[in-house]
Structure formats: structure tokens, C-alpha cells
């Protein structure tokens, strides 16, 4: 798409930066009195407000002239019509058919995948509820109460993230996760669980992932040795959620326990394929479906709307303008709400992983930045920890502020302090004091000439950073379909912004490779010297230290 990768809406852009750059967001305000009805969205229950970045209406319109010269309409229509835009493995992207709740057909090499995909999601359902209502029995006649998903990165952080933004709507049984191949984590989970009465989901698309597979083999074992039962035993407490029916079969998971999904779900976009069981089980089937319906109802938004009142994809330019034009190489995202203390955690993957990547739909290396740093995590904690830097330091942080009208606790009172730190820190960064502020404060206090001059410096705020915000009334499962799918979108735009294969992830292979080899030396009795010095060496301690 780009001239020398740069065309001229982008350097139109960084002209207007510099023109921007003289005025303030709180000028703009202050210049238009309708500034945040222009610049915010209402959609499902949900605010979307805009208004507090620096943008005025030449940005927008800049800023959509660089989605248009991207071709985004036609990428989108890619996307949602199972074209091979993963092109790096020949693979269709077709996470929003999982959830199209509409009868329309989705092909995918000429054959409609919806029937299968509403056969897997209602026999994953049934499976759902039969543990969810205590019908499913282990060996022993009784009931599940514990379930183990064990997965890692999209087989963990999107159940994981879902599970805990929605615990309000679960049942009995209680939901855990393993994932890091540390075994520390599988002993702990195991520690208070009683086999007779477990439940395991081996969620792996691949079913190959070295952690999982490793994990997996310890529950069986612990399984195996703690419950007194035989192997036939397996087949009421394994159950497999992947792409890889094969390897599940190999296993020994019992074919009715066995879920499948498709090569053109990715990873980090599989929770709302059967890798969500854990979830369904949570939450119930039906709340199940609430979810998907969220995350459709935003699908349509996004295919249908114009850029100019699409949500993802004004949040997806306003990161662009940031990123590549300001210079900002992070991007904050804070939930205002204890339920989503794991979405800052899950957006890692969804953006870093999708978007992290340095050559463009040509093969050459990209001219400019592309995916910022994603990271953050719940107010008012991070107020305590990083807003500091937010504040007074030198580095531009575009952040996310997202929260719900309403306490799911009961206790609105004690909600209105969370959320008035919510308003107030979005009006801080924009608004920030000056030195004739902080000044007039200072002299009010009674202090000297000497201590307010020490003083003065330390105690102004720049202000204007920018800052998205997201509220809602509740969050429900639709609201959280929802809102996984604007940044699941929003990340799609950016992609084809930098001309990006989002859906591929070759840069977690050469750790993956290297550690099969470390792994082989650890077996090797001799001394290791075929890695680097520090390598060596680091290998040789950790073998003549550790304990066997
Ligand atoms: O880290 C690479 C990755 O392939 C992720 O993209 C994926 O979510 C994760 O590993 C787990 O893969 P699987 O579900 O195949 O075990």
C-alpha cells in the first residue's frame, strides 16, 4: 500500500502533529462545547468516550484517509468471509463465526462451516451443563465439584480472564487453571482436589504445546495414583478441547469427551470456540451464549458502521496516531473494576502477540513503529504503583479507562469512591496544574518563598494525556463479548494499518527450539560448551547445583 511504506495521508499526519502540538486537549475543549458529543459512541449499554485525546476533526478525518488508503473495508470483508488473510500459514480467520448468532452461511474453501460450528458449541453446551448440574458423574457415582483447564496462552488467558470477569454467574463447581509448565503450578492446583471428584479439560488447539502436554501427563499420573481407580477411569475425568483429534485419541481421552475447533480459530482468539468450556461450565450455557451474543452484536457494529462512528476502529486509528506520530511505544489499559483484574493480562497476548512483528505483507522489514507495549492492571491499585509515572513523567502513555456504573457487590456507596477516582484521574491527566496553580496553592498554605520555590517544580502537572473511557452499566456476559471484541478488532485495524499478518506467531519458535536442545544437555553428563560463554555457564551451574 505504501510508497516507500509512508504514503501521503502519513505525512500529512506528521504535519499535523506539529500543528496540533501548539493547543491542548483542555483548549479543545474549551474551544467546542459539543467536543464530547462528537467525539463519543453509545453502543449496548456502553459509553465510549473519545473526547479526552488530542485529536480535533482534521485528525479524524486524516486519520480515516489512512484507513481508506489501507483498504480496510475490503480487509474487513476478508476477515468475516474466510479469506486466507493469515497468508503466512494459509489459514481463513474466522474467529467471529464462532459467534454468529445470524443463520448466514461462513465459507471457508467453499464449504459453510456453520453447521459444524453450531454442532461443536451444542455438544460442548450439553457437556456444560451435565457437569454444571452434577448429571456428568466421575468413576466413583459422584458428582464433579473441581475443574483443572489446563492450557497455556490462548487455551488459558481468555477462560482464565472470562471465568474471573464473570464469576458472579457461577456454580458450584469451582474452576481452576494450570498453565506454566513450572510444576509448582500443577502441584499447588492439585494440592486440595480430590480425583474422584476432578474434572480435567486438556485445552490445547495443537495438542502438541510442551507445557500442556506435560502438565496433562502429571494429572493423569496424579489421577492414576491417588484415586484408586484403573486407566477405564480416564474416560469420566479428561476431556479434550482442541484442533488435534488425533493426539486427544493418543492421549486417552474417550471420544465423547473430545471438543473440536478448527485451524482458522487462533489462539488468542479461541475462547469463544469449545477451548471456553471451563467458562460455559462457570457460567452456564446459556450466559455462555450471552457472551458470544455480545461479541456478535459488536461484529456487526464494526463490519457495518462508517469509520467515523466505528468504535474499534477509532480506537484502533487514535493508537496509530499515538504510536507512530507522538512516538508513545506503550499503551495503558486500566479497568476500573476488580472483575477484570486479568483483561490488561489477556490483551498482552491478544495485541503483543498478534501485532508485535516487524515485516509487512511484502516480506521487508516496516519503516515505522508498530505494536506498543500493552500493560496495566486494576484501579485504583495501579493509582499506588505506576500512576506516577502516568502523571509527571517523560514518556506519552496513551491509556484505557474502563469501569461499570454498578457494584456487582451490592455496596454502591463504597463503588461511588472507586468510581470518582475513575472520573477524577482521566480529568487529572487531561487537565494536569500549572506553575500559577500550584503557586496560588503553595502561598495559601502559609509556606515561605524559599520552600515554595523548592517546592514549585516538583508539584506541577503537564497534563494533556490522553485517555480513552469505557463505561458501562454492568458487566454481564454480553457486555464482556463485547468489549473483548472491540479490542480484538482494534487490533485487526492496526494490523492492516502496518500491513501486519496479525494472526501468525513465528517469534515464539527460536525459544521453543533452544530450550529442546538445553533440555538434551541437562541429559548429557559431560561439561556444555555449545552455546555462548554465558550460556555455558549458566548450564554448567544450574547442572553441577541442582538437586537430583
Ligand atoms: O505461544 C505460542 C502459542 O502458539 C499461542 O499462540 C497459543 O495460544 C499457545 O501457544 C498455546 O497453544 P496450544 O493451544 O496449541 O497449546
Known sequence: MFDNQKNEVWYQLENHKIEIDKTSIKQLFKEDQYRFKKYSISFMDTIFDFSKNIINEQTLDLLIKLAESSDLKSKIDAMFTGEKINFTEKRAVLHTALRNMSDNPVFVD?????????????KAMSFAESVRNGIHKGFSGKSITDVVNIGIGGSHLGPDMVCTALSPYSGSVSVHFVSNVDPTDISEKLRNLIPETT??????KTFTTQETMSNAGKAKEWFLNNSGAGSEAIAYHFAALSTNIYAC??????????????????????????????????????????????????????????????????????????????????????????YLLKFSEFLQQLDMESNGKRINYSGDEVSYTTGPVIWGTIGTNSQHSF??????????????????????????????????????????????KNHDEVKSELEAAGLSENDINLLLPHKIFPGNKPTNTILYKELTPETLGMLIAIYEHKVFVQGVIWELNSYDQWGVELGKQLAKGILNDFANQGEINSHDASTNALINYYKDNMKV
Request: aromatic letters at 14%; charged letters at 15%.
Open 249 to 338: 485419541k493418543s492421549f486417552g481421552i474417550a471420544e465423547q469427551n473430545i471438543f473440536g475447533f478448527w485451524d482458522w480459530v487462533g489462539g488468542r482468539y479461541s475462547v469463544w470456540s469449545v477451548i471456553g468450556l471451563s467458562v460455559a461450565i462457570s457460567i452456564g450455557a446459556d450466559n455462555f451464549k450471552k457472551f458470544l451474543n455480545g461479541a456478535y452484536q459488536m461484529d456487526l457494529h464494526f463490519r457495518n458502521s462508517d469509520f467515523a462512528k466505528n468504535i474499534p476502529v477509532l480506537m484502533a486509528l487514535i493508537g496509530v496516531w499515538y504510536a507512530n506520530f507522538w512516538g508513545a511505544s506503550t499503551q495503558a489499559v486500566i479497568p476500573y473494576d476488580q
Open 387 to 432: 500512576f506516577q509515572l502516568l502523571h509527571q513523567g517523560t514518556q506519552m502513555i496513551p491509556a484505557d479507562f474502563i469501569a461499570g456504573i454498578n457494584s456487582r457487590s451490592g455496596d454502591q456507596n463504597q463503588h461511588s469512591i472507586l468510581l470518582s477516582n475513575f472520573f477524577a484521574q482521566t480529568e487529572a491527566l487531561m487537565r494536569g
Open 199 to 204: 474434572l480435567f479439560l486438556i485445552a490445547s
Open 110 to 122: 467453499g464449504h459453510n462451516v456453520m453447521p459444524d460450528v453450531k454442532n461443536e458449541l451444542e
